[in-house]
């Protein structure tokens, strides 16, 4: 079985300040990592994966996320938080030996105050 | 067209009617995905097309719940006999179908049973 857990309900953050989302997976055996951004009234917006390779992965909007195998995790983060940012962020899990149906985590609201 | 496009964008039904919500994927997609977002519950699987393969309907609520895809494109989700529960966003998303790859979301149907 996959799940996905995204600890944090909300996360405030000011203006020019680093942010971290977080995320922790479970899964059988190598997972694919995804995370996605939901505007208000719009769809989810993919962000960035990570499949194999380099434990940073770098994506849209300036956000990255680095995978962790021993701590089971895929935190999002960016360098310097713009009011744009605020939006919400679901991290996604898909099992290599699973089903090709990704597992989303109940999602993160992100505020970004000027 | 360029997106997932769903219709219609908002339904507001009454108890016990049915309900019929329209997906369009991207042109080519193989893989087609429904998911149901409730207030606080995240995503949740409901059914799965992969191409001509039987789709994966192991997160479909209730037999009042169905879904088919013609022709290898348009989706249609019906929803039997409403209840006020059935209240969420439906969201429908599309593929290429690789393992590996993200989603594309459409922009939802917020279903509202009075």
């Known amino acids: 079985a996959q799940s996905v857990a995204q600890p944090e309900d909300q996360v405030n953050v000011a203006e020019g300040n680093p942010l971290t989302v977080k995320c922790t997976y479970s899964?059988?055996?190598?997972?694919?990592l995804f995370w996605y951004v939901q505007y208000p009234n719009r769809g989810l917006q993919f962000l960035l994966k990570y499949i194999t390779g380099d434990n940073l992965v770098k994506g849209s909007y300036g956000f990255e996320a680095e995978f962790n195998k021993s701590q089971t995790s895929f935190h999002l983060k960016k360098p310097s938080a713009l009011v744009s940012d605020s939006a919400l962020y679901f991290c996604a899990v898909r099992d290599e030996k699973g089903s090709y149906i990704p597992t989303f985590g109940r999602g993160t609201s992100l505020i970004v105050h000027p | 067209g360029a997106g997932v496009s769903q219709s219609p964008s908002n339904k507001v039904t009454e108890k016990g009617k049915d309900v019929e919500l329209r997906c369009d994927p991207i042109s080519g997609h193989t893989a087609l995905y429904w998911y149901r977002q409730s207030l606080g519950q995240g995503l949740e699987f409901l059914i799965y097309f992969q191409g001509n393969s039987a789709p994966d309907k192991s997160g479909l609520p209730s037999d009042r719940f169905s879904a088919e895809r013609t022709g290898g494109s348009v989706s249609t989700l019906t929803i039997q006999r409403t209840q006020q529960e059935d209240s969420a966003v439906y969201l429908c998303?599309?593929?290429?179908?690789?393992?590996?790859?993200?989603?594309?979301f459409g922009s939802g149907t917020q279903l509202s049973v009075l």
């Open positions: 998303a599309s593929s290429t179908g690789q393992y590996n790859e993200k989603l594309f």
């Open positions: 899964v059988s055996g190598n997972p694919y």
